[in-house]
């Protein structure tokens, strides 16, 4: 009778645990925080890239939510707050609820650009018209210290909560831009002129600069504000 074989199971050699290589931390930017103005997109502003021509920048856009507006006969628009009248004055009712819940909109935005690795010193956040009046409200409302603020055609939302914060709060010293139409039928002059005036005596580093034009831009005020965005963001000339 043939005898069976039992076959021996050598046992596999124990290999060293493979160290695995350290992934690179994901490369950051520094980032800039786009508002727009009432009616219009985050899109709508998206040629801001081309036009500031700033290398290393990632920018974002947001949109505003859709809410009625009463300047507008109650019909339902993009807008980060209610608005009563246009052209915007001195001493236009603030919506202070529609205020609040922009900004924190805006200031989480800017919490998901941390979180993902960028310092809050490199967040820079601007806008036009309405979107300028909230970077100036959100930037000197954040918790932290951002790179810049960019106000153009904006004004001063809340001045009293404003002067508060430029008194107190983390971006007391954070540097702004606000720059103005002499001939602005939307947003009246004297409003942008406040916002410098506020932060001048706040002692807040201020650029003012008015150009011959109506609720626009310049093409002199974009270069200028290539120049302030590198300056505030740390970043070289291209």
């Not at 980060?80 to 001195?90: A, E, G, H």
């Not at 904006?154 to 430029?166: D, R």
């Not at 602005?184 to 409003?191: G, H, I, L, N, S």
Request: overall charge neutral; charged content about 20%; glycine content about 10%.
């Amino acid at each position: 009778r043939a005898r069976s074989r039992s076959l021996a199971v050598t046992p596999a050699p124990t290999l060293p645990t493979p160290t695995l290589p350290t992934l690179p931390t994901p490369t950051t930017m520094p980032t800039v925080i786009w508002l727009h103005g009432l009616g219009d997109s985050g899109a709508g502003w998206s040629h801001l890239r081309s036009e500031l021509r700033i290398g290393g920048v990632d920018y974002i856009f947001p949109d505003a939510p859709v809410q009625p507006v009463s300047c507008n006969g109650g019909m339902s628009m993009p807008s980060w707050m209610d608005l009563d009248d246009i052209p915007v004055k001195l001493g236009l009712r603030d919506d202070a609820e529609g205020l609040e819940k922009s900004t924190a909109m805006i200031h989480a935005e800017i919490d998901k650009v941390v979180a993902k690795g960028t310092p809050a010193e490199k967040v820079l956040v601007g806008g036009f018209s309405q979107g300028g009046a909230m970077a100036v409200r959100a930037v000197y409302s954040y918790k932290a210290k951002l790179a810049g603020c960019v106000c153009f055609s904006g004004w001063a939302a809340q001045e009293a909560k404003l002067k508060g914060w430029l008194e107190t709060g983390a971006n007391k010293a954070t540097p702004a831009m606000v720059v103005h139409g002499t001939i602005d039928e939307v947003v009246k002059p004297e409003c942008g002129l406040k916002v410098a005036e506020l932060l001048e005596k706040a002692g807040t580093p201020v650029q003012t600069m008015t150009y011959q034009m109506g609720h626009s831009t310049h093409p002199a005020q974009m270069k200028q504000t290539a120049e302030f965005v590198k300056a505030c963001l740390g970043l070289g000339e291209d």
